[in-house]
């Protein structure tokens, strides 16, 4: 991590509150979002944005929890520019996330912190060991200028992971507090972190024009992933946004993590059959319109139901 993205970094560990690190022995699932506007504390603009008095901050989501959200919209001393931080975090049909985030700081002595972070267990009952692999696909637009120093006016830049965990060393605590702050920097990395068995992930400055790239995970062992029969995982994504004095990056056209397309249809189809999601994930709009159309069916025939029980008496 690079001197920039470890103070801002800094900066969300000062309004988030982290959990301790406790072994995870039941299946769990959850979501959490963080925003935050802060000043930075009247610096020149010639001078870095240390991150000062918070002005705004809302965070939400817990264990349990398939989809959440929360904003921060407010005013620096200084300006009458409104200033706005976003994220949204859900767990989709199958269990995977989909996260969504803005940060854009007004003025010049503002710093907005968007970001969302998902988190499920899977258990994989197929009939043989076999290799899964997750890509996550980002896309934002941004405004930035300071392409060198993020932490300079008119500055943004991005984090995001998607990391595959062995259960019981999941770094989240199910009974603590529903603010981990693991969105505020990458959580880990291959034979560092105890029981990481695969991830992926991107950090950089806003290159303030429409950008988009895809991440895909890679196993901690050096070689392929393989879940054996049984085995219980979980899968994490965050992202967080950062902006200050000016600065504005939108990823809210999602992040979403995937099974790898480009393994092969054999394994997508046992991957399919054979994974089993705990926390059971947000429909999506056209399974609403599915589910709206059953009711307003079934509402039909009990209508239809009491009109011949009448004639019939």
Known sequence: MNRTQAALAGAVFAVWVAAPTAAAQAPIFGVSVNTSLRTCNGVP?????????????????????NTVSAEVLGLVAGTKLVSRGFGSAELRPGGLPRLKALSSAKGDNSRVVGSGEAWQTFT??????????????????GKNASPANALMPGGSSYTAFIG????????????????????????GSCGVTPGLLGYASAEGVSAGVPTSFTLTTRACNGGLLTLNVGQQFVVHSNIALFSNRGGFIDASHTFTTVIDPTLSAETLAALASGLTAHGAGVPEPGSWALLIAGFGLVGAMMRRRSRVACAAA
């Open 45 to 65: 603009s010639s001078q870095e944005c240390p991150g000062g008095s918070i002005v705004k901050v809302s965070r939400r989501g817990g264990q349990g929890m």
């Open 124 to 141: 994989y009952s197929g009939p043989a060991g076999i290799e899964y692999r997750l890509q996550g696909q980002i896309d934002y637009r």
């Open 164 to 187: 595959i965990w062995d259960l019981a060393a999941f770094p989240i605590n199910p009974g603590a507090p529903p603010f981990f702050g693991l969105a505020a920097y990458n959580p």
